[in-house]
């Protein structure tokens, strides 16, 4: 009976916390407000709720495939809602910080995470985003080259995904992270890199990276990606949290979602075929591709 109560207080008081979390930062964000300029959509209760939703969808499918959910975010933040493309990207890798802290530690209960492989790549990410971001301030004048680089970012991840979707491997499993310190180092400092320029997590590079360049399991690959993340969404967040390129209360609602959303995709990973969800979301990302690289020659898509 003891053990049976103990158990039930190990499964109520995370999710308390959770929730305490969540409700702290909503009603920050609502005496925060929405934007940090005039052009931002206005702060009404149904973008309120679009966003909370939006957030929960990037952190399901973050935790699931092991991505930062700000591929998700971007396009719709900046296409669908408005915000400028500047702030759109420095939005959606402020909300990143929360998505791969909550995915990771979600992937860590459950023994989906090398830690030694994430901390080297951790380590050269953080010496990539800062780079990345000092490129990117270079960058920020110059808005429609930045567009065709996010349009080119997306491609790789978009076409890996599918072609896995449609031909998965039949072979078994490694049972490990290959490579070496040194080459998780040098990997994480060109993911950082891209990270600072392009506002995006980095999961869209770390997962193909870990799994064609290191032959990294497929599960463990997602929570190693989202643990090697996280220094890197920190610092590239917090320089353009500092920058002002960050809608802190638009940030804070899409945050507390996908929290919540990121430990329902790390919960569940089990339950669906990795070939399914990279398919469709390769789609995806070639969809969001085609939209920036075709803003960028003035090609008008829906």
């Given amino acids: 009976m003891t053990g049976d109560r103990f158990t039930g207080w190990r499964r109520i008081v995370p999710i308390a916390i959770l929730s305490a979390v969540i409700a702290v930062m909503l ?29 929960i969808i990037a952190g399901i499918f973050g935790g699931l495939i092991g991505v930062g959910g700000s591929t998700i975010m971007l396009p719709i933040m900046y296409f669908y809602l408005g915000f400028p493309r500047p702030v759109a990207i420095g939005t959606a890798l402020f909300v990143v910080i929360f998505t791969s802290i909550s995915g990771a530690s979600g992937h860590l209960v459950r023994g989906n995470l090398d830690r030694r492989v994430a901390a080297w790549i951790a380590a050269g990410g953080l010496l990539g985003v800062l780079i990345g971001s000092r490129l990117f301030s270079f960058l920020v004048d110059h808005s429609s080259v930045l567009g065709l680089v996010l349009g080119l970012a997306f491609l790789a991840p978009s076409i890996s995904m599918i072609r896995e979707g449609l031909r998965p491997g039949t072979g078994p499993e490694p049972e490990c992270i290959g490579g070496t310190p040194p080459g998780h180092l040098l990997f994480g400092t060109g993911v950082g890199i891209l990270t600072g320029i392009t506002g995006l997590g980095g999961g869209y590079a770390l997962v193909p990276g870990l799994l064609y360049l290191f032959g990294a399991p497929v599960r463990v690959t997602m929570g190693t990606s989202l643990a090697s993340m996280i220094p890197m969404a920190i610092v590239g967040g917090g320089i353009k ?28 990973i089990q339950r669906f075929r990795p070939a399914t969800l990279k398919f469709i979301f390769g789609l995806y990302f070639l969809y969001a591709a085609a939209r920036f690289i075709a803003e960028f020659f003035s090609i008008g898509l829906p």
């Fill in 27 to 55: 009603v920050a964000a609502l005496s925060i407000g929405m934007g940090v300029t005039s052009d931002s959509p206005p702060f009404t209760p149904a973008i309120l709720l679009l966003l909370f939703a939006i957030g």
């Fill in 241 to 268: 949290l500092l920058e002002g390129y960050v809608a802190v209360g638009a940030g804070l609602i899409l945050a507390a979602g996908s929290i919540a959303g990121a430990q329902v995709g790390a919960a569940t």
